[in-house]
């Protein structure tokens, strides 16, 4: 389990991160170095740099997973599991809906994950066992009676390929149209535990891009899994569902026409 002194820990490196993207965001660079994007890999190094300066100084013993700097300690039971800027799009578009993404994982599972958006100063901390807080608050994810008054949310349609499309474009059918919302990455999955969207789904997610969004969407009262209705661990094939109803689970799986039980992971 997570201790108070994780959590403490957590919420340092969720400012150490801040304290370095933000001077970089909406920063000179978008006519010179478009191309190549470098500003928002510096970006991602200073943040991730800034986060690992500390857990290497503190915890000689557990492990590191990050998306700039890689693994340490692999065989390690506690890893920590950074993403410095999860939303690389809206980074670079100068929207404040990216977010730093940590996680500490016991053995394999997700039991602490910060949602931090450091430009609006909001987040998301949850831990198994403890509940959700926003901002200190605690917050809570909310019923959905059925799937045709649920708000969907998903970061990109072309994240979809294959039969992923069909089973996505099956929950977007069952939902109202006007309640699809599209961008948001690691935001809308805050969004859930504070209880205005009430569905993500999505596919292509390494680690790091999911394995802080457990503890804080299910902290809350709601439920991630895969798209076998499985919980996510660290051997999971990065194709989610967050749901603030666990009750819609059933429901979401079959608008996805059981399409998603033929991948057999």
Not at 107 to 119: A, F, N, T, Y
Not at 192 to 219: M, N, W
């Amino acid at each position: 389990m997570a201790t108070a002194a994780d959590l403490a820990l957590a919420n340092r490196l969720a400012e150490a991160a801040g304290e370095a993207i933000r001077p970089l965001f909406r920063g000179e660079w978008s006519q010179e170095q478009k191309a190549d994007r470098s500003f928002v890999t510096e970006a991602d190094r200073v943040a991730e740099a800034a986060m690992r300066a500390i857990l290497e100084s503190e915890r000689t013993d557990d492990g590191i997973i990050g998306e700039e700097y890689g693994t340490r300690n692999e065989g390690a039971g506690r890893q920590w599991v950074l993403d410095p800027i999860d939303g690389t799009t809206s980074f670079i578009a100068g929207r404040p809906i990216f977010g730093t993404l940590i996680a500490l994982m016991q053995d394999g599972w997700p039991v602490l994950g910060v949602i931090d958006q450091p430009i609006a100063r909001e987040r998301w901390v949850g831990r198994i066992g403890e509940g959700t807080t926003f901002n200190g608050s605690p917050v809570r994810a909310v019923a959905c009676k059925e799937l045709s008054d649920a708000v969907l949310g998903t970061t990109t349609p072309h994240q979809f390929s294959g039969d992923d499309v069909d089973a996505f474009m099956g929950v977007a059918k069952a939902v109202a149209e006007r309640k699809i919302i599209y961008g948001g990455d690691c935001y809308n999955y805050g969004l859930v535990a504070s209880g205005h969207v009430d569905i993500v789904v999505e596919a292509g997610l390494k680690l790091y891009d999911f394995a802080a969004l457990v503890p804080v969407v299910e902290g809350a009262g709601g439920v991630m899994s895969d798209w076998q209705g499985n919980p996510l661990d660290a051997e999971s094939d990065g194709r989610v569902i967050a749901l603030g109803d666990a009750a819609r689970l059933e429901d979401v799986l079959e608008a996805m026409g059981g399409l998603a039980h033929d991948h057999g992971h």
